[in-house]
Structures are given as structure tokens and as C-alpha cells.
T-cell receptor
Framework: KQEVTQIPAALSVPEGENLVLNCSFT??????LQWFRQDPGKGLTSLLL?????REQTSGRLNASLDKSSGRSTLYIAASQPGDSATYLC??????????FGEGTQLTVNP | GAVVSQHPSWVICKSGTSVKIECRSL??????MFWYRQFPKQSLMLMAT?????????EQGVEKDKFLINHASLTLSTLTVTSAHPEDSSFYIC???????????????FGPGTRLTVL
């Protein structure tokens, strides 16, 4: 059974700082690894999707890496802004399009 | 881009009543839809997977007679919480997989969620 863990559970940083969110998964037989953003009381916004054959994906100030063999992914946020404050979830997709989510990292960027 | 809607966005009901939540794919055909539940400050837990025209597959520990799922068309799936109780209060999120030809069939698009409060 796939298990996904995210560290840290919460993070508070000053505006402008670069930061890294960590995600680990127990079963390396994944199709892809996805990062989502969730604002309080809202649904999910897809940020980045890394296929199992890829090592990283970039979108603007976001960069996600994937090391399948070690069961790890990181989300790097450059020059953080208060608008980046949200909960970030990673999810590993295995067979049958099944997504297993981590418990998220709650990020607060202070002005 | 692909859009998934949910209705209602929030609902408050009395204990013992049934509540229906709709999930629609607005601009694509969803051969498969997924229902998740999220308790406060917790992650999303998959409840069931539904394929159009067939019975849903429920995750272990999810009561299929309590959470009725119907996926009667390629653009609509419904989740009915029967005889709701306060412990069913949660945030319910659906997602849909685009089964269209030429698209990435492994991408799920998420709805905005439905907040259910059972009094």
C-alpha cells in the first residue's frame, strides 16, 4: 500500500525567501507525482505533474523534482510571496489512476 | 482547460436526512470519476472510483450503502450520503479523468469541493 509523507507539516517564512517542501512515497512504482495547492475551504489547484520518466518540471517560480528510486520529490518555491500562503499537497499516482495524497505542508509567507 | 464543477458548494442538513452532491465535467468526457473526503487539517482520502455505466469501486472501510455513487453519463457523477450523521460532516471533493482521445488519460481534474455539515 502506497504511503505518502510530507515534511514539514507547517512552515512560516518571510517574504522573498526561497523554500523547499519535501514529499516521500513508499512504493516507487508510480506513474507520476503531482503537486497541488489548496487554499482554505477550497478545492485543489494543480501546480506541477512529473511523469515517472522525468526528473523535474518547472512552472514560473516553482520547480518540482522527482527521484523515483529513493521515493522522494521536492517542490522548490523561489522568491516566496504572501500570495503563496496555502497548503501544498503532493500525490503519487499508481495503477488505475489512483492518487495517494500526503497530509500537506501548510505554508505561511509573512509580508 | 478542463473544468470540473460540484453542486452544491456547501450544504447543511439535519441528522438522518440524505444529501446528494453532483460532480460534472464541463468541457470533456469523464470516463472515470473519483470521490474524496477531507476532514479538517487532514489530507484527501479516496472513497470510491466510479466508471461510467458500471458500479463504483469503494475503498476499504467506506460503506457503499451509505455513500451511493451513480455515474450515469460521461459528464455527471453523483454522491448521495444517506441517513447522514454529524460524523459525516466533511469536505467532499470529486475529480474526473479525461478519457478523450489524444489527451493525457492519467490527468485528473478536481472540482471545487462541497462542504457538508450535518447537525
Amino acid at each position: 500500500k502506497q504511503e505518502v509523507t510530507q515534511i514539514p507539516a507547517a512552515l512560516s517564512v518571510p517574504e522573498g525567501e526561497n523554500l523547499v517542501l519535501n514529499c516521500s512515497f513508499t512504493d516507487s512504482a508510480i506513474y507520476n507525482l503531482q503537486w497541488f495547492r489548496q487554499d482554505p475551504g477550497k478545492g485543489l489547484t494543480s501546480l506541477l505533474l512529473i511523469q515517472s520518466s522525468q526528473r523535474e518540471q518547472t512552472s514560473g517560480r516553482l520547480n518540482a523534482s522527482l527521484d523515483k528510486s529513493s521515493g522522494r520529490s521536492t517542490l522548490y518555491i523561489a522568491a516566496s510571496q504572501p500570495g503563496d500562503s496555502a497548503t501544498y499537497l503532493c500525490a503519487a499516482q499508481t495503477s488505475g489512476s489512483r492518487l495517494t495524497f500526503g497530509e500537506g505542508t501548510q505554508l505561511t509567507v509573512n509580508p | 482547460g478542463a473544468v470540473v464543477s460540484q453542486h452544491p458548494s456547501w450544504v447543511i442538513c439535519k441528522s438522518g436526512t440524505s444529501v446528494k452532491i453532483e460532480c460534472r465535467s464541463l468541457d470533456f468526457q469523464a470516463t472515470t470519476m473519483f470521490w474524496y473526503r477531507q476532514f479538517p487539517k487532514q489530507s484527501l482520502m479516496l472513497m470510491a472510483t466510479s466508471n461510467e455505466g458500471s458500479k463504483a469501486t469503494y475503498e476499504q472501510g467506506v460503506e457503499k450503502d451509505k455513500f451511493l455513487i451513480n455515474h450515469a453519463s460521461l459528464t455527471l457523477s453523483t454522491l448521495t450520503v444517506t441517513s447522514a450523521h454529524p460524523e459525516d460532516s466533511s469536505f467532499y471533493i470529486c475529480s474526473a479523468r479525461d478519457g478523450g482521445r489524444g489527451t493525457r488519460t492519467d490527468t485528473q481534474y478536481f472540482g471545487p469541493g462541497t462542504r457538508l455539515t450535518v447537525l
